[in-house]
């Protein structure tokens, strides 16, 4: 294949959009104490910095891919405050292109809407699943492996062949010191 996608999953506000920043050494993608991904974002090789927004399909076709600003990234990228029902982005998903070194050579890092925050952008994630070669999976330190988590892994992860997962455990500072081992462990 021509690219290697890595999908950066868990649960909502695990750090999996902190996590791609600190890749990136700067503050792109969104990142607010609230849920906040509305769709998958794929961090791609570019020399050039630049963001590319791909509509969802309509009875009407599909509206061709806009080039908008990375500094606007969040407006399109995030959950809307709407009063009332939520209904679906527009929006299928943000190419972001960038001199990440990891990229270069076809490697794609997918950040994803949250898990078992709401039920359409879980959806997102799931559907994505199929498509990907890696899976990241961000947990918290301060609730490592819910049974929500571990129910995940179990009935969708393997399930779909993704048997070596990778463990990203955030916020580990928040554990104390003579602790720690034993969480890496």
């Known amino acids: 294949a021509d690219s290697f996608k890595v ?3 868990g649960e909502f506000k695990r750090g999996k959009s902190t996590f ?3 890749m990136l050494v700067d503050e792109v993608l969104p990142v607010y104490a609230k849920p906040c991904t509305a769709i998958i974002n794929e961090v791609k090789w570019g020399e050039r910095k630049c963001a590319l927004l791909h509509y969802t399909s309509t009875d009407n076709g599909v509206k ?3 080039e908008i ?3 606007q990234i969040e407006e399109y990228v995030v959950i809307k405050d709407n009063v009332g029902e939520i209904k679906e982005n527009p929006y299928e998903k943000l190419e972001l292109f960038w001199p990440l070194e990891i990229c270069k050579d076809g490697v794609e890092i997918i950040d994803s809407p949250g898990l078992n925050e709401h039920e359409i952008r879980q959806k997102v994630t799931t559907d994505y699943l199929s498509s990907v070669d890696a899976v990241l999976f961000v947990l918290s330190c301060e609730v490592l492996g ?3 988590e571990l129910n995940f892994i179990d009935n969708n992860l ?3 062949g993704h048997e070596d997962i990778f463990f990203i455990c955030n916020q580990i500072n928040q554990i104390r010191a003579k602790e720690r081992e034993s969480i890496k462990e």
């Open 64 to 66: 061709p891919a806009e």
């Open 69 to 71: 600003p990375v500094n």
């Open 7 to 9: 999908l950066v999953l």
């Open 146 to 148: 819910s049974q929500s």
């Open 20 to 22: 791609i920043n600190a």
């Open 158 to 160: 393997i399930s779909m």
